[in-house]
C-alpha cells in the first residue's frame, strides 16, 4: 500500500490566491514527522515545512501552512498568495519514527503547480 | 554559505562502465544519504549513512556502492551492474538520522547511460 498519496493532477492558481495541495498517508506508527518539499525545474529539493505527529498546532512557514487533520491522515500544504515563483512540483514526504526502516523519508509522487500571471 | 554540493551537474556515461557521483556537505551533519529520482516519480532511497564508517541499504541499493571515509564526503559509485542508471540523483544530509530533523539537498546529478 503507499505510504504517502499524492493524487492531484496538475494545479493551477492564479497570482496572489491561494491553493491547497492535498497529501493523505497511511502509517500505523504512533510517532511520525510528515514533510513538504518544492523542486523547482532546476531539480534542488527545497525544504519547506514540517508537522509532527504530537504537535497541537498546524505547522506555518511565511506563506506556507500545514492543515493537519491526523483522524483523516491528511497533511494538506496550503500556500498563500502565490507568487510566479512557486510554479514547481511539491513532493509531501513521511518519515515513521518506530517502524520505519533506514531513516528513511518515504516521498509520494508529487504535484505539479503552476502560477498563472 | 553552508549546504550540499554535488558534481558533475550532468554526466554521460556508456553502458558498461561504472560512474562516481560526488556529494560533499559543509554543515558538519552526521547523516547522508542518496536518492534516485525518475521522471514524474517521487524519490526512492539507495543508501545511507549515519556515521562515518558506516552505510546502510535503503530500498533500490542494487548496482549501487558508496563509501563514507569523511564527514564531509558521500560519494555514490554506480556500477555496470545496475540495469536502469539512467536517472536523477539527489544527496541529502541532515542533523542526524534519527528523529524528525528535515534533510536538506544538494543540486542532484543527471546521468544518461547509452
Known amino acids: 500500500a503507499q505510504k504517502i498519496t499524492q493524487t492531484q493532477p496538475g494545479m493551477f492558481v492564479q497570482e496572489k490566491e491561494a491553493v491547497t495541495l492535498d497529501c493523505t498517508y497511511d502509517t500505523s506508527d504512533p510517532s511520525y514527522g510528515l514533510f513538504w518539499y518544492k523542486q523547482p525545474s532546476s531539480g534542488e529539493m527545497i525544504f519547506l515545512i514540517y508537522q509532527g505527529s504530537y504537535d497541537q498546532q498546524n505547522a506555518t512557514e511565511g506563506r506556507y501552512s500545514l492543515n493537519f487533520q491526523k483522524a483523516r491522515k491528511s497533511a494538506n500544504l496550503v500556500i498563500s498568495a502565490s507568487q510566479l515563483g512557486d510554479s514547481a512540483m511539491y513532493f509531501c514526504a513521511m518519515r515513521e519514527i518506530y517502524t520505519g526502516a533506514n531513516s528513511k523519508l518515504t516521498f509520494g509522487k508529487g504535484i505539479t503547480l503552476s502560477v498563472r500571471p | 554559505d553552508g549546504g550540499i554540493t554535488q558534481s558533475p551537474k550532468y554526466l554521460f556515461r556508456k553502458e558498461g562502465q561504472n560512474v562516481t557521483l560526488s556529494c560533499e556537505q559543509n554543515?558538519?551533519?552526521?547523516?547522508m544519504y542518496w536518492y534516485r529520482q525518475d521522471p514524474g516519480q517521487g524519490l526512492r532511497l539507495i543508501y545511507y549513512?549515519?556515521?562515518?564508517?558506516?552505510?546502510q541499504k535503503g530500498d533500490i541499493a542494487e548496482g549501487y556502492s558508496v563509501s563514507r571515509e569523511k564527514k564531509e564526503s558521500f560519494p555514490l559509485t554506480v556500477t555496470s551492474a545496475q540495469k536502469n542508471p539512467t536517472a536523477f540523483y539527489l544527496c541529502?544530509?541532515?542533523?542526524?538520522?534519527?528523529?524528525?530533523?528535515?534533510?536538506?539537498f544538494g543540486p542532484g546529478t543527471r546521468l544518461t547511460v547509452t
Open positions: 554543515l558538519n551533519h552526521d547523516a
Open positions: 541529502a544530509s541532515s542533523i542526524q538520522a534519527s528523529g524528525t530533523y528535515e534533510q536538506y
Open positions: 549513512s549515519q556515521i562515518v564508517n558506516d552505510f
